[in-house]
C-alpha cells in the first residue's frame, strides 16, 4: 500500500516533486535536518487497527484498518511561516482528492481520511501530517 501511494502521489502531485519513503524520512530525522526544498512529501506506515472478528466452523475472520500516514513540509523563506498558509491548505486538500475514495490494489476497501494536523511550525518549516485509513480483511484457516 505504501508504495502504491507514492507512486500516485508522485505521479498526481506533481509539485510535491519526489515523494519519498520511511527510509529517507529516518535518514533527514536522525541527521537532525530538514527537507531543503519548499515542498516535501512522505509516506510512513502508521500501523494496524483491528476490528471485528468472527471465528466458526475452523475459520477466522477479522476485519482491519491499516494506517498510512503522509507527511507534508513547506519550506517558507519568512520565519513565522504564515505566508506558507494557504499554499499548505491547497496542497492538503490535493492530496486528499488525490487519494480519497483510492484503492490501490487488491484490497477489498478504499482510503479514507482519519485525522489531519499541523505537526510544527518553526524556523520557516511547516509539518504537516495527514492520515488515511484502509479496511481490509484476513481470512485464516484453522
Aim: charged share 20%.
Amino acid at each position: 500500500m505504501i508504495e502504491a501511494i507514492i507512486q500516485k502521489l508522485t505521479a498526481e502531485v506533481p509539485e510535491l516533486g519526489p515523494v519519498m519513503g520511511a527510509v529517507d524520512f529516518g535518514a533527514l530525522v536522525a541527521g537532525g535536518k530538514m527537507p531543503q526544498t519548499t515542498y516535501s512529501a512522505f509516506v510512513l506506515p502508521a500501523g494496524l487497527i483491528g476490528r471485528t472478528a468472527e471465528a466458526a466452523a475452523g475459520a477466522f475472520v477479522q476485519t482491519f484498518d491499516e494506517a498510512a500516514s503522509i507527511i507534508l513540509a513547506i519550506r517558507s523563506f519568512e520565519a513565522a511561516g504564515t505566508r506558507s498558509i494557504d499554499p499548505l491548505r491547497a496542497l492538503v486538500m490535493k492530496v486528499f482528492e488525490t487519494l480519497g475514495g483510492w484503492t490501490p490494489g487488491d484490497e477489498s476497501g478504499a482510503l479514507v481520511l482519519r485525522t489531519g494536523r499541523l505537526v510544527s511550525m518553526q524556523a520557516g518549516l511547516i509539518v504537516y501530517q495527514i492520515d488515511f485509513t484502509l479496511t481490509d480483511q484476513m481470512r485464516i484457516a484453522r
